[in-house]
Structure formats: C-alpha cells, structure tokens
C-alpha cells in the first residue's frame, strides 16, 4: 500500500464544475502540498498547509490532520486546469524536508 | 517562473554512457532537492543538499551520485545508464519548508 493515496486518478469534468480531488496519508506529517503539473513536465507548488484551509482564487485546499486527510477543491473549472494535481506529504519521521508523493489524478476539464 | 534552473532541459543518450544534470536554486534558498520522475514510479525522491553537505538520501541508485557546490548550485551524476533511467528529473529548493520545483530536465536513453 502507498503512503500517500489519491482519488480519483482520472477525472473528466465540465466546464464550470466544482471539483473535488482527494489524499490519503498514512505517515506521520509536518505539512501537505499539493502541485499541479502541466504537460510538459513544469511542477508548480498551489499550496502548503499544515491544518484547516487555504484558499487561492478558485482553489481550495483542505487538510484533517486527525483524519489523515486532505481534498483539493476547484471551483467554475475551466479546461486551463487541466493538470495532473499531485498530494505530496512532508514526511515528518527525520531531519530532512522529504516529500513522499501521490501517484496523481489527471484532470481534464472539456469546454 | 519558481527561479529555479536546471539544465539541459533535454538529454538523449546511449545506454551505459555518463550525463550530468545542472541545478541553480533560487536566490538564498540553501537546500537542493533532487526528484525523478518516471512513468511507472511516478515522483520519487532521491537526494537532498543543504549547504553543500548530504542531508538525506532516497530511492537513489548506487550509480547515480550528486554534489553541492559552495555557490548552491547542484549536479546529479548518472552513469552506467540504462534504458530504465529514461525519466524527468526534476530539482527543488527551498529555505524554509517550501519547495519550488524546476522545469525538469527529460532524459531519454536509447
């Protein structure tokens, strides 16, 4: 089993639907990011969180550290964000800032 | 644009030949991660560098090395390379906890 899961790995959505996509942990964390990757390889940090909810335009990050979860919610989606979104943890078991990453979930958002 | 360089941003190469992949943080950040993507593993992580020494080691190969450089630039040595070598290799820095990624370099070995 991975350390890190995610849900769904593939995901077709509509324009102007709200997303949602999920992570599963099972280490112990400092804190959670979740990337975007465009094709063409680029990775960009959306957002690093440690508890509750961050928001950033029409993203939305939330985290459960209790529940070892966290979701990924995008609002009026647009086909610009078609991505593959990655659910990375900080693994928290050592003096190092090492990222244990989700295999994924590709999103492709049709006009 | 992270601030984070890497270079080449493609290499094509022959199977038990040696590359040298280029990393320039971002301005001040002190710790250089190295990543390797590829299809069937996803992201793996495989080294990092703070301030010029080792600080932690992942999925790396005994034939794959990396250095720091006293002005924070990093190289990632492969060799003996292989055809399941073929994937992105992506670096990070950061200074705080935060990483930013680099573009990636796509190394493909025929």
């Known amino acids: 089993k991975n350390e890190v899961e995610q849900s769904p790995q593939n995901l077709t959505a509509q324009e102007g639907e709200f997303i949602t996509i999920n992570c599963s942990y099972s280490?112990?964390?400092?804190?959670l990011h979740w990337l975007q990757q465009h094709p063409g390889g680029g990775i960009v940090s959306l957002f690093m969180l440690s508890s509750g909810k961050k928001k950033h335009g029409r993203l939305i990050a939330t985290i459960n550290i209790q529940e070892k979860h966290s979701s990924l919610h995008i609002t009026a989606s647009h086909p610009r964000d078609s991505a593959v979104y990655i659910c990375?943890?900080?693994?928290?078991?050592?003096?190092?800032?090492?990222?244990?990453f989700g295999t994924g979930t590709l999103l492709a958002v049709q006009p | 644009d992270s601030g984070v360089t890497q270079t080449p941003k493609h290499l094509i190469t022959a199977t038990g030949q040696r590359v040298t992949l280029r990393c320039s943080p971002r301005?001040?950040?002190?710790?250089v991660y190295w990543y390797q993507q590829s299809l069937d593993q996803g992201l793996q992580f495989l080294i990092q560098?703070?301030?010029?020494?080792?600080?932690a080691k992942g999925n790396i190969l005994e034939r794959f090395s990396a250095q720091q450089f006293p002005d924070l630039h990093s190289e990632l040595n492969l060799s003996s390379l292989e055809l399941g070598d073929s994937a992105l290799y992506f670096c990070?820095?950061?200074?705080?906890?935060?990483?930013?990624f680099g573009p990636g370099t796509r190394l493909t070995v025929l």
């Open positions: 990375a943890v900080r693994w928290n078991g050592g003096a190092t800032n090492k990222l244990i």
């Open positions: 560098y703070y301030n010029g020494e080792e600080r």
């Open positions: 301005s001040g950040d002190l710790s």
């Open positions: 990070a820095s950061s200074v705080s906890n935060e990483q930013f």
């Open positions: 280490v112990g964390i400092s804190a």
